[in-house]
């Protein structure tokens, strides 16, 4: 047997009897860390350090042995130093996730939204584009494919987007491009002639900048839509 203690937040994932407290671990031959911490509810992605008798050790270190007390601390846990790890740039969010995947294409980041087919699809797409994969599916996350992801405890889309702000550390009020809502695309400056024909009488009478998506070919301009969605974002700060 060995003993593995999960601390802080990696508790929520345990069964109520396992929190807060060691809990005994007879290893399978072979099985890698990864593999005894996923047994008990914890998926990878939310690890952050793990000790082995007091040593960092991988995920994929294996075989555990008898006797080896293991410590399993969450993403960001300052307990050692440990390198900065650069905020993520890519995402992906799966099914029930649209509303945040569009404020966070609003703040800039290239983010897809993965509402239909398969996890193992989302997996392979995630790692194939290193992208963070966004859920509040425990399983999806432990996909063997996927390498990056951020468990969402909250369920209101801003709150949502707070977390994943602070879990990952996310700069919400830097200057980036807005990508549009329904695609993804980095929005283009345009014309205010070249779409003026496309645009209501009061908005064209209202406003002289204009951005454009190169994919869906929708227009945007900074109007009231575009003004709750930033007075939401400056919000989070």
Known sequence: MCEIRFYAELNDFLAPRRRGRSTRHLPAPHESLKHAIESLGVPHTEVGLVLVDGEPASLDRRPLREGERIAVYPRWQSIAPLPQQPAPSAFIADAHLGRLARYLRF?????????????AELAAEAAAEHRTVLTRDRDLLMHRDIRHGCYLRAVEPLAQLREVATTLRLDLQAS???????????????????????????????FNDFWRCAACDRVYWRGSHWGRMRQALQGLA
């Not at 703040?107 to 996890?119: E, I, M, N, Q, R």
């Not at 002639?193 to 209202?206: K, Q």
Request: proline share 9%.
């Open 176 to 206: 980036r491009t807005s990508r549009c809502l329904l695609c993804n695309q980095p929005l283009q400056p345009v014309a205010k002639d070249e779409v003026a024909h496309r645009l209501p009488p009061r908005t064209l009478a209202e």
């Open 107 to 119: 703040a800039g980041f290239d983010t897809l939204y993965h509402d239909s087919g398969s996890d």
